[in-house]
């Protein structure tokens, strides 16, 4: 079936952006000052999306453009994309991301975010260096550090009299985080908003149709088959669902020795593909929170209830930890994970009210069944344990 799955992964940057070359234009525009005059100002944006909606492709596509603008000019041009997801919304771990960049002589402590911030400016100053720095999945940074933004947004203005060389974009699910910052940073970020809509059947079908070309062999895909996927992934608008659909039907196919993509193929894939269960979910989730995960679902599986309270929980991730002699974490911990994966949508979480005893926290996920969470993340473990 497959001539190329590289088109078809998660790391692969289109070309094009159908359905989004209006906001790649506008992002353009918002950021024509830095190649014109550089120096003169540093834009901020915030973008907003639900998932699948191509904010992660747009601002990479963006990034890469800008590069290729700037280098005739002869303008030190850097773009870096940090996914605050990996570093747990720590500015102090995500600055230091960023510094690694450009130098590997700072101390590894001993500084505060701020002072970190401060090092960066004065390494892009002494290297005649301008950054647009994006900040994918800034949800969970405002979650965990809200306050931090302030001092992204607002640093350069305690070095008047020099030239700006920082810009930012912003990027997250939810545009109601922003309610628990302070104004000032509000105003900052909210003067220039890009809102990315779900797409739409067509928008996805014209998406499907260039992946289909670059990625399957001639004949084996039936124009009907790439709107049928379309259609199955329009009420989502999730690109990525659409496109995990048209690779994991592919695959059926393939291990059916079927010379072309069929409508049970891909159902087939629509019935194995949960949202939680997507590799862009798994990617970021450490050995302990995919072992608090397993615990919960478990939990779930066995009670058969909405939601699982935090102590049993905890007791079934230290069974799990023990099944897979792992030395379990302090419960303290094990909060922090928990708190982690609510702030990147992998589990939700509430106080309980009528029927248990006092208040405790209760855990629960909507987004796939428990027996497939379990079955999922046992497989992984069968995989890479010794």
């Given at each position: 079936m497959f001539e190329d799955e590289q088109p078809l992964s998660l790391e692969y940057l289109p070309t094009r952006l159908p359905g989004r070359e209006t906001q790649?234009?506008?992002?353009?525009?918002?950021?024509r000052s830095v190649v014109d005059k550089p120096g003169t100002t540093s834009p901020k944006v915030l973008m907003t999306g639900d998932i699948g909606t191509g904010k992660t492709v747009l601002i990479q596509r963006f990034g890469t453009d800008m590069i290729r603008t700037a280098k005739p000019l002869k303008l030190n041009l850097r773009y870096i994309h940090i996914n605050c997801r990996e570093y747990r919304g720590s500015l102090f771990m995500i600055l230091k991301r960023v510094l690694q960049n450009f130098t590997t002589t700072f101390p590894q402590r001993g500084f505060s975010s701020e002072e970190l911030l401060q090092i960066l400016l004065d390494q892009l100053e002494d290297k005649n260096l301008h950054v647009i720095l994006a900040l994918d999945e800034a949800d969970m940074l405002i979650k965990a550090e809200g306050g931090s933004l302030y001092n992204l947004t607002r640093i350069q203005e305690e070095r008047p009299g020099r030239p700006t060389r920082l810009s930012l974009i912003v990027v997250v699910r939810e545009l109601k985080l922003l309610e628990g910052l302070d104004r000032s940073t509000q105003s900052t970020l909210q003067r220039n908003i890009i809102r990315l809509d779900r797409y739409s059947a067509p928008q996805l079908e014209t998406i499907l149709r260039e992946r289909v070309d670059l990625s399957f062999k001639e004949g084996t895909v039936p124009e009907t088959?790439?709107?049928?996927?379309?259609?199955?992934?329009?009420?989502?608008?999730?690109?990525?669902?659409?496109?995990?659909?048209?690779?994991?039907?592919?695959?059926?196919?393939?291990?059916?020795?079927?010379?072309?993509?069929?409508?049970?193929?891909v159902r087939g894939a629509a019935n194995s593909v949960y949202p939680i269960l997507r590799a862009d979910y798994a990617q970021h989730l450490n050995l302990h929170e995919k072992l608090i995960l397993l615990a919960l679902a478990r939990v779930l599986e066995r009670s058969n209830e909405n939601y699982a309270t935090m102590g049993d929980v905890e007791i079934a991730y230290r069974m799990a930890c023990e099944e897979h002699k792992i030395t379990s974490r302090a419960h303290t911990q094990v909060w922090k994970y928990v708190q982690n994966l609510g702030a990147s949508g992998v589990l939700s979480t509430q106080i309980s009210t009528a029927g248990y005893r006092g208040k405790t926290t209760l855990l629960g996920v909507a987004t796939a069944p428990a027996s497939a969470i379990r079955k999922w993340l046992e497989s992984g473990f069968k995989a890479t344990m010794p």
């Open positions: 790649l234009r506008f992002l353009a525009e918002l950021f088959l790439v709107s049928f996927i379309a259609d199955m992934a329009a009420p989502q608008g999730d690109a990525r669902y659409a496109i995990e659909l048209l690779w994991r039907g592919g695959k059926y196919a393939d291990a059916e020795g079927a010379r072309e993509l069929k409508p049970d193929h």
